[in-house]
């Protein structure tokens, strides 16, 4: 709870109309992606780093929690105030300050949203590439926060990539440049990759100096159908290893193709599993490339590979993949959504253990994402209703978890730790690694003031008070506002 | 000064054949390419991460430096144990332990040799860019380090963008796993791109987990001449902006250009300033993007635009490019080799303000480098022995380094800070960003014990106890052994 003096101070630093303190303007603030509900005490707009850093330093005397917020689209439970406290929102921050032609660079606020710089940018003949699903409504700030993948990243890397420097307001309250607006840079540590990725725990991101690329002349999206999964998640290595980096390599298996298309009637075969790829770069690349991939798929067992004609096509194909998520909810109400990531010739392996779990928990798991980076969407679909399979989601989640680590892998490749996958943390990092994190947390931020309960297992986190990566159960991503 | 009991426990750790303590072979570990010398108390040719731990943790309770060490053929000072202490030499930790032509990845250790590790993946039809022009002798494990760049790193990125994972001795000597062996990953902090470029004051590395991808089909090298170097310097940003990333895009000045033909008789032109261009790709990309920047060089004021024929060519141009550095010294006995970056557009005018510095203070300084990204490398010749020179030089530096911050670029794109720059590191970072990097140092290392008096500010480097960024003045880069 906060004082009125405090109420007080914050109105007096952003402005009555940029502090809200009822508690149905609460609510609006309370939620992300994970279906669950954490009211903060206050939320405020704020324009300015000065202002966040006010805030901060407040914080810090007063005692309160500050959460940073982009569009609350998150997966993992970062923008949720799990403590109460303050929720600084960016959305109103949300200038493009700068499209540099020369230099390839963009200057942004935290609060653009995604699809909109994009607009921007190609209207330049540029390309900013990071693209998560919910690149319509995530901010860029969010995106940083998270460090954002998406399909591309198979060629073009994650959001990190493409973070040249930033203006951050530490949890202690100073304003900080990290970074370059060059393309390289080697003086002193690298605060700006420490930033991104690291939740909101570390600062309070103000502005972004962005990396952009040339947008490349032509793509072509192929579609290559599997009667078996294992040989769809095969193919995928075979086409690397033919020295062809698709921008995009997904794959989605047979209990996804089927929830999708009876939801979004997209024209998508009934299969074990397909392969939506897509190919960029000169046109003449474009179509060497299209027959290097139809080849090789062919070769590991698709049944036919198809490539899309015109734009609509393929817009439906992405609309489709971009569904999935939502889709899955036909099959049960609820649904625990994970990220993992093995080296990609693991794929097979984790296919075959994920199938093997389901089939001994008695529970459908449906599996498909960015394969080609080794990044697969796991989800395990449950009735919360029925206590049984609600167990044994859990367990399965764990089992999942287990098997990536042993396959060398990572348990998030997008989504982050948050509070969803904090107490699976020491599944993946020695304690030492953890306490070296630990170390950076509390040498930038003393009295733990700044988006606690996040990353680090927490008691509240270990009781299990909230469903571990849970998405909102209507079939409707939350995405904030 | 070690104590027996110290060199005893070293001996012990390490065994008797791996530590040295005579005069002599301390000597062979006192230098670097900055051609200055600091010998050791002792050399400890370490053989395992447990090893280092032993030995780190020794350091802190008995409280001596430790100084990691490649091929020692670092710019900034890096490796120089500046306040004595015991070398850690990783040259004989130097197996390749991993090619995986599935994920593409390779797991080595950081004694390998950036050239051996380079041929033996490009046997394999793979390819890992970064090429520092020390590439024949300096070690990954130094790359890392320093995140060594080169010429290449204007398509393909820093050492950083290759590193996924890192086995790692802490300062205070636990050993830790960081980062991934997938494309992806947002598990905690990133702390893999943390220490990379931490110029080994975070830890040491032991092995690491790099990223590799397909050799490119086919590469094609052009040199363009240019009667005015500003024009030279304009065609880069125009190249860029034509949509054509080369692989390399070097430019050579006409002071270098003259001392390099003098000392290796490549058969460079007498010119102004010519740009070395190479690009990569598919056969057809290839032909394409040179006819592209053909056109472009054209546009921009080149007198004549050539294409390289056959191997032999190219190896010689590449080699005189790599001699550059060695031949400025029939100019002057005496160098200081800066390797400031600005914003592509801004090289124009950064090549301006060095030649007006120059002519003020009656100085030869030659430009030539990775052009496109931006990053110069600005040769202060002058002669030791005639102090007023020597101060002429240092004055000249500082100009160097206050025209880049104003053209918002960084003093350092690939050497780093070591000693050699930091006093200048007020210059580009505001004491809230420097006080947060020490808070970082401070959690990691309590005692100060890792690499101490780098990067930050110390007295001694105030004094000057060193000269700045100094080559070795012999014309033959110190490289360790």
């Known amino acids: 709870m906060l004082s009125e003096l405090v109420k007080n101070e914050l109105k007096r630093i952003v402005g009555t109309a940029n502090a809200a303190f009822a508690r149905e303007e609460l609510l609006c603030y309370s939620y992300d992606a994970t279906n669950t509900l954490y009211p903060p005490d206050a939320v405020v707009f704020v324009k300015s780093a000065e202002e966040v850093s006010l805030i901060l330093k407040m914080a810090n005397s007063e005692g309160f929690p500050v959460i940073p917020r982009g569009a609350g689209s998150g997966f993992s439970g970062g923008s949720l105030p799990v403590e109460g406290g303050v929720v600084i929102s960016t959305e109103r921050m949300n200038g493009i300050i700068e499209i540099d032609t020369e230099n390839l660079t963009a200057v942004v606020e935290p609060g653009v ?164 790829i897509e190919v960029d770069g000169s046109r003449e690349g474009v179509v060497k490339d299209s027959e290097v991939v139809e080849r090789i798929c062919m070769e590991y067992g698709a049944q036919s590979v198809k490539s899309a004609t015109g734009k609509d096509e393929v817009r439906d194909l992405w609309k489709a993949r971009r569904a999935i998520s939502a889709s899955l909810f036909r099959v049960k109400p609820n649904k625990i959504n994970e ?89 993946e990092l020695k304690p030492e690694a953890i306490e070296a994190m630990k170390r950076i947390k509390a040498a930038f931020d003393p009295n733990g003031i700044l988006n606690p309960g996040k990353i680090f297992p927490k008691k509240a986190a270990e009781e299990g008070a909230y469903m571990v990566g849970a998405e909102a159960a209507s079939g409707v991503p939350a995405t904030g506002l």
């Not at 909109?116 to 990071?130: I, M």
């Open 113 to 276: 949203v995604l699809w909109e710089f994009q607009q921007e940018v190609e209207k330049k003949g540029l390309f900013y590439p990071p693209d998560p699903s919910s690149l319509r409504f995530s901010t860029l700030g969010g995106n940083i926060a998270e460090c954002a993948g998406g399909p591309r990243a198979v060629k073009y890397g994650v959001t990190k990539d493409y973070v040249l420097g930033l203006e951050v307001v530490l949890p202690t309250g100073e304003i900080i440049n990290t970074g370059v607006r060059t393309a390289k840079g080697v003086v002193g540590y690298d605060l700006t990759k420490l930033m991104v990725g690291s939740e909101g725990t570390l600062g309070v991101v103000t502005k972004a100096t962005l990396k952009l690329v040339p947008l490349p002349e032509a793509t072509r999206t192929l579609l290559a159908v599997f009667p078996d999964l294992k040989d769809a998640a095969t193919a995928v290595s075979g086409i690397i290893k033919a020295k062809v980096i698709p921008s995009t390599l997904e794959l989605i298996d047979g209990v996804s193709l089927k929830c999708v298309e009876e939801y979004a009637k997209a024209g998508l075969p009934e299969a074990e599993a397909v392969l939506l």
């Open 339 to 427: 990220d993992v990531v093995v080296p990609r010739a693991s794929i097979p392996e984790l296919i075959g253990g994920v199938r093997e779990i389901a089939d001994r928990l008695n529970l459908t798991i449906a599996c498909f994402g960015h394969a080609g980076d080794g990044n697969i969407h796991v989800n395990v679909m449950y009735d919360k209703t029925n206590p049984c399979e609600a167990k044994a989601a859990e367990d399965a989640v764990t089992e999942v978890f287990k098997l990536t680590v042993e396959l060398k892998g990572t348990i998030s490749g997008e989504h982050g730790v948050g509070v969803s996958k904090a107490r699976y943390l020491s599944l």
